[in-house]
C-alpha cells in the first residue's frame, strides 16, 4: 500500500495574538525526569464515555510517560455547571478510572484528569477524590494525589471586573456586577502551568477542577523542554482521543512530542490516523481552523505539514506557539434562570403534521393571552416555548433540509420563577395540545401524549452568564494546589 501524501496548511492573512513574550512570572515547575521524547497516552475524549481495554493495554506497551483524560465540556449546556454536578453516571466513571488507575500503577507514571466532574467546579474535585479513595482501597493502592482548584468567588470576579480585570470575548454579553453575583458558580480554565505544578510534586495522580481540554496532555511535554508548538498541537489533537482516527470510539491514542514535532498514533486494531483525519481536528470545536487561543498564548498551524510515518501514524511539524501578554484564562459562570416543566403531544393526522408550524402559532397566540387570564401570572414572568420533534427542532429558523414526516411530536416548555408555576401552567396548557382545532370552524382533533401525566418537571434551569477573560499577573494566582495521600494505609 502506498502512503498518502503529506498535507501542508496554510492560512489567509489574519490577525494573531500578540508575539511578545509574557512578563517574567513565578519560577517554572522542575522538568519531570523522564526520557526524551515525552509520550502521553490519552485513553478517551473524555472519562464516562467508554475505550477499549485492549486497545489501553497495547497503549501501555508502548511505555508512556503519563496517561491523561478529559473530564468535562459545556457540550451539554449551563445546567451541569449551575447546578455543580456531573453529566456522566458515578458507576460509570468510576469503573474507568479504577481500569485507568490500574493502567498507571502497572505503568509507574503520572495519571491526570482535567475538569473534573464535567463542570470541574471544587465540589466536582473532591467528587473524583472520593472515587479514587474508594479504589484506591479495593485495589489495595496507596496514593499521592495533587488536586488544583479552579472555582471562584463571585465576589472576587466582581471585584475583578470593578478593577478591568475581565476582558470581554467575542460576542460576550453586556455585564454588570450585579450577572456576575448572580452566578451559582464560576470556575476558571487552568492552562499547563497549574498541571506543571502538580506533576512538579510527584504525585501519583492529579485531579484538576475546570481547565482547557488540551493544558492536561500538554503540561508534562512542556515541562521536558520539548518543542511548545508541538506540545499544544499535539495536545490538540489527542484531546478527543480516537477522534483523529479512522476508529473514532475506540478511544486510545498515544501522541509522542520531541523538540520539533510530534506523532500521533491510534492503539485499536484497525484504526489509523491520516493527515487528513489529524488536520481536520483543528476544526472540532475551534472557529478558526489555524489558530487556537489557550491560557497564556495562542497555537498557529498555519505552517503546519501532516506527514504519514506508516499506514497507522502522522508526524506533524511547523506548529508554533505564540506567547501573549498578558496572561488570561477564560472564565465560564452560570446562573439560575427559573423553573421548568415540559409536555410532550404526538401529531399523526396527515392535516396538522402537514400544517404543525400554523398549528403551534396559533396555539401559542391563545395560551398566551389564557394563560394570565385563568392564573394571575403575568406575561412577563412565564415563557412558553414549542419544538417540532421531526421538523426543524434542533436548528429552527435556521433549518435548510425540507421533506415530510409521518408524525410529529410538540414539545411544549413552560418557564416560570417557580416550579409550582410551571407546572401549573404546563396542566393549563395539557387540553389544549390534546384538543386544539387549526381552524375555529372545524371539529376538535384528538393527538395523542405518549405517556401519563403529560407534565414532567424539569426543575431548576441555569444559563451562561460569562463569556470572559481574567487577566493574572500569575498564571496560578486563580487556582489552588494542594497533595494528600488516599487508599490503602493512607491517614485519616
Known amino acids: ?207 484538576a477542577g475546570r481547565a482547557t481540554d488540551t493544558a492536561g496532555i500538554a503540561a508534562l511535554p512542556l515541562m521536558n523542554g520539548e518543542h511548545p508548538g508541538a506540545a499544544w498541537h499535539g495536545a490538540k489533537v489527542a484531546e478527543c482521543g480516537a477522534l483523529c482516527s479512522t476508529r473514532p470510539m475506540s478511544g486510545v491514542v498515544l501522541v509522542t512530542v520531541d523538540e520539533s514535532g510530534f506523532t500521533v498514533e491510534p492503539q485499536a486494531v484497525g484504526a489509523r490516523c491520516t493527515p487528513h483525519s489529524v488536520s481536520a481536528h483543528m476544526l472540532y470545536e475551534n472557529a478558526d481552523p489555524f489558530v487556537l487561543a489557550e491560557p497564556g498564548g495562542a497555537l498557529d498551524v498555519t505552517h503546519a505539514r501532516y506527514r504519514p510515518i506508516d499506514d497507522r501514524s502522522v508526524r506533524v511539524t511547523g506548529s508554533e506557539w505564540l506567547p501573549s501578554d498578558p496572561y488570561t484564562v477564560k472564565l465560564e459562570g452560570a446562573g439560575f434562570a427559573g423553573f421548568q416543566t415540559t409536555a410532550l403531544v404526538l401529531l399523526r393526522n396527515r392535516r396538522y403534521v402537514e400544517n404543525a408550524g400554523r398549528w403551534v402559532e396559533r396555539l401559542g397566540r391563545f395560551l398566551a393571552d389564557e394563560i394570565p387570564a385563568r392564573t394571575g401570572v403575568a406575561a412577563r414572568d412565564f415563557a412558553l416555548d414549542f419544538r417540532i420533534i421531526g421538523r426543524d427542532a434542533a436548528l429552527g429558523a435556521l433549518e435548510k433540509r425540507g421533506g415530510d414526516a409521518n408524525e410529529v411530536g410538540i414539545l411544549c416548555t413552560v418557564t416560570a420563577d417557580t416550579q409550582e408555576t410551571a407546572h401549573e401552567i404546563a396542566k393549563l396548557a395539557n387540553p389544549f395540545l390534546l384538543h386544539f382545532p387549526l381552524t375555529e370552524d372545524e371539529e376538535l382533533p384528538t393527538f395523542a401524549f405518549p405517556y401519563s401525566p403529560a407534565e414532567t418537571d424539569r426543575g431548576p434551569l441555569y444559563e451562561f452568564r460569562l463569556n470572559h477573560a481574567l487577566v493574572l499577573d500569575d498564571p496560578m494566582s486563580a487556582f489552588t494546589l494542594d497533595t494528600l495521600e488516599l487508599g490503602h494505609g493512607a491517614p485519616r
Do not use: N
Open 1 to 207: 500500500m502506498s502512503s498518502p501524501p503529506e498535507i501542508r496548511c496554510r492560512a489567509s492573512q489574519m490577525p494573531l495574538p500578540g508575539k511578545t513574550p509574557p512578563a517574567p512570572r513565578r519560577p517554572e515547575a522542575q522538568p519531570h525526569h523522564t526520557t526524551l521524547p515525552t509520550r502521553v497516552l490519552i485513553p478517551s475524549g473524555v472519562l464516562g464515555f467508554g475505550f477499549e481495554r485492549d486497545a489501553l493495554r497495547r497503549g501501555l506497551a508502548r511505555a508512556p510517560h503519563a496517561i491523561v483524560i478529559d473530564g468535562g465540556s459545556t457540550d451539554s449546556g449551563p445546567f451541569y455547571l449551575g447546578a455543580g454536578v456531573s453529566k456522566y453516571s458515578r458507576a460509570s466513571t468510576k469503573a474507568e478510572w479504577r481500569a485507568l488507575m490500574e493502567a498507571r500503577a502497572e505503568a509507574g507514571v503520572p495519571l491526570v484528569i482535567g475538569s473534573a466532574g464535567t463542570c470541574g467546579t471544587d465540589a466536582m474535585v473532591d467528587w473524583m477524590v472520593a472515587i479514587t479513595d474508594e479504589v484506591a482501597g479495593e485495589l489495595g493502592q496507596r496514593v499521592r494525589v495533587a488536586t488544583v482548584r479552579s472555582s471562584q468567588s463571585p465576589d472576587a470576579i466582581a471585584a475583578a471586573f470593578d478593577a478591568g480585570r475581565l476582558v470581554a470575548l467575542p460576542d460576550a454579553p453586556e455585564i454588570g456586577r450585579g450577572d456576575i453575583e448572580s452566578c451559582r458558580h464560576i470556575v476558571a480554565l487552568a492552562g499547563a502551568e497549574p498541571f506543571r505544578e502538580a506533576l512538579a510534586t510527584g504525585a501519583d495522580i492529579v485531579i
